[in-house]
């Protein structure tokens, strides 16, 4: 790690978990068949808006009983979702550029936290954070020169003074040249309110994962079957050992351009791996458990709060689909089951989002 880039002690970021340490918790991480049960599928699907692909109503397995899955995928259940359009990528810089023009708009990362939002989601007694904290920045990525404990994430997650959507990395780094890519360092605050400006919404956690599995929801990956390696690289995830070495051989180290790889059965890019994805929900660790005997759950929006006993003083939002920095040594949470809950005014450098739309009532 260069130590010159570490603007706060990992103590520091354990006491204070949300904006400034919230890095805490981040990581810890058509018209088939089978979908048109207990619905008549669309015919035809309706006239998608630009840049949106059409995802059929219907039935479809969520969550999974896979080897593979942790505790909050578990079990696998049946849902049942209306049909909705979703981007068929995640909104680019160029997007959010637009809406940022549009509007004058401010992001989370742009303003500086108040010393109350810190401390309305620690732990009792916790100190104030000193006011040299209190300036506006955001979590970036940066790799550590050596192999690290991997359950403290403070070793890769550095609170940078300045980081934003415009500076992804930090002062010094810019978007210029990266148009394309999908914009980063987005509170799940921003990403609500781009999508309202664009007439869309957040999808709810089942809409992502439907739309993710696509005509798959019985296999692992949203490509099929066959693991990801060095030599099959259906996504931009991390090869090589994490946090440490990123040999990069799918090609990128950190975001790519969207739609770099190749689409899912919708024809759905980077549902798996680039950047994580807000939904509209919150998070709840045992969410699934609770359905386990609830028959099929039609058009579920989510719990009323979150609720994840392992950090107990933030809200939570769904977060799906996993990033470029995931890979099967430490997450491979860019399956399309996994699922993770992020603190809703926290940006970091690999989480952004994608919005979705219903067709008028009637249709
Ligand atoms: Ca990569
Ligand atoms: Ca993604």
Redesign the pocket.
């Known amino acids: 790690m260069k130590a010159t880039l570490v603007k706060t002690p990992a103590r520091v970021f354990r006491s204070w978990p949300r904006r400034l340490a919230l890095a805490i918790g981040l990581l810890s991480l058509g018209l088939a068949a089978g979908y048109a049960a207990g619905r008549k599928p669309w015919v035809a699907a309706p006239a998608a808006p630009p840049g949106m692909r059409w995802v059929p109503g219907g039935e479809f397995t969520m969550g999974t009983d896979s080897p593979q899955a942790w505790p909050d995928e578990r079990p696998a259940h049946r849902v049942k979702v209306d049909g909705f359009w979703i981007d068929d990528h ?1 909104v680019t810089n160029a997007e959010f550029r637009a809406f940022v023009d549009a509007t004058g708009y401010v992001t989370t990362a742009e303003k500086a936290p108040s010393v109350e939002e810190i401390l309305s989601q620690t732990p009792p007694g916790t100190p104030p954070p000193p006011p040299e904290m209190m300036v506006p920045g955001s979590l970036v990525f940066k790799s550590p020169a050596g192999q690290v404990d991997l359950r403290d994430i403070s070793q890769w997650w550095i609170w940078t003074p300045g980081a934003s959507w415009r500076a992804p990395e930090g002062p010094g780094s810019t978007i210029d040249g990266r148009d394309d890519h ?1 914009v980063v360092q987005v509170s799940w605050d921003d990403a609500v309110a781009y999508a309202r400006w664009a007439d869309k919404r957040l999808p709810t956690e089942a809409e992502w994962e439907r739309a993710a599995k696509g005509t798959r929801d019985k296999e692992p990956y949203t490509w099929g079957s066959e693991p990801p390696s060095d030599k099959n690289t259906p996504a931009n995830i991390w090869q090589g050992q994490f946090p440490s070495r990123n040999t990069a051989t799918d090609g990128f180290e950190r975001t790519s351009p969207v739609k770099s790889f190749p689409p899912n059965s919708l024809g759905l890019y ?8 807000w939904c509209a929900d919150w998070y709840e660790r045992d969410l699934y458990a609770r359905r386990a005997s609830a028959g099929t759950i039609v058009n579920p929006a989510g719990p009323a709060h979150s609720d994840d006993p392992s950090r107990p003083y933030s809200p939570l939002r769904v977060q ?4 470029f920095l995931c890979n099967d040594d430490y997450c491979s949470r ?1 399956r399309p089951s996994a699922r993770h809950g992020g603190s809703p005014d926290t940006g970091t450098s690999h989480v ?1 989002f ?1 919005c979705v739309k219903s067709p008028p009532a009637g249709r």
């Open positions: 995640e999908p980077d549902m798996a791996g680039n950047v994580w994805e799906r689909g996993g990033s860019y952004g994608r």
